[in-house]
T-cell receptor, first 114, second 113 residues
Framework: AQSVTQPDIHITVSEGASLELRCNYS??????LFWYVQSPGQGLQLLLK??????LVQGIKGFEAEFKRSQSSFNLRKPSVHWSDAAEYFC????????????FGTGTQLKVEL | EAGVTQSPTHLIKTRGQQVTLRCSPI?????VYWYQQALGLGLQFLLW???????NRGNFPPRFSGRQFPNYSSELNVNALELEDSALYLC????????????FGPGTRLLVL
């Protein structure tokens, strides 16, 4: 069965420091991969996606992610974190489950220290 | 271009009641997904509608149901509410059935007392 693992439940970084959020997936074929961000009490905003092609994907807000098939990973990175980046980040893989749904990781809560 | 909209934003119900949540997709999107985000359980897929038909459902009891209208908007109905139905219900829309990105609305927060 398809699954997504985000091994870090909480991460704290200082403003201006670099960030890497980890995501590992289990999927039988070439997956579609997504990173979404959720601010408290809000819906999910798409940061970036990978369908095919260049394995380094650029997203909004200065985020990027790299698809590594050999490691089944799709880690999210940002060179310099801003206080406004504090939120929960979800990695997702799709389509899964015989339909078209996304399977999400459990999320990583990012705290930014000023 | 307007994003996915959901109503109401918040809802308080008591156990045993019924609730209807509404979702309007992005203009031109034909697929609508419903997800439940309950505390400690993560994001769980509920239902998928495309072109007016239910295409797939997650591992939820039949008291969770819905429909999609000709204008592609959607309703999620939950009957016989239970305390554990308290959650954020997220709707997402997608431009076409496959190989596309899901865009999420702000969600409806349901509290069951």
């Amino acid at each position: 069965a398809q699954s997504v693992t985000q091994p870090d439940i909480h991460i704290t970084v200082s403003e201006g420091a670099s960030l890497e959020l980890r995501c590992n997936y289990s999927y039988g074929a070439t997956p579609y991969l997504f990173w979404y961000v959720q601010s408290p009490g809000q819906g999910l905003q798409l940061l970036l996606k990978y369908f095919s092609g260049d394995t380094l994907v650029q997203g909004i807000k200065g985020f990027e992610a790299e698809f590594k098939r050999s490691q089944s990973s799709f880690n999210l990175r940002k060179p310099s974190v801003h206080w406004s980046d504090a939120a929960e980040y979800f990695c997702a893989v799709g389509p899964t489950g015989g339909g078209n749904k996304l399977t999400f990781g459990t999320g990583t809560q990012l705290k930014v220290e000023l | 271009e307007a994003g996915v909209t959901q109503s109401p934003t918040h809802l308080i119900k008591t156990r045993g009641q019924q609730v209807t949540l509404r979702c309007s997709p992005i203009s031109g999107h034909t697929s609508v997904y419903w997800y439940q985000q309950a505390l400690g359980l993560g994001l769980q897929f509920l239902l998928w509608y495309d072109e007016g038909e239910e295409r797939n459902r997650g591992n939820f009891p039949p008291r969770f149901s819905g429909r999609q209208f000709p204008n592609y908007s959607s309703e999620l109905n939950v009957n016989a509410l239970e305390l554990e139905d308290s959650a954020l219900y997220l709707c997402a829309s997608q431009r076409q059935r496959y190989q596309e990105t899901q865009y999420f609305g702000p969600g409806t927060r349901l509290l069951v007392l």
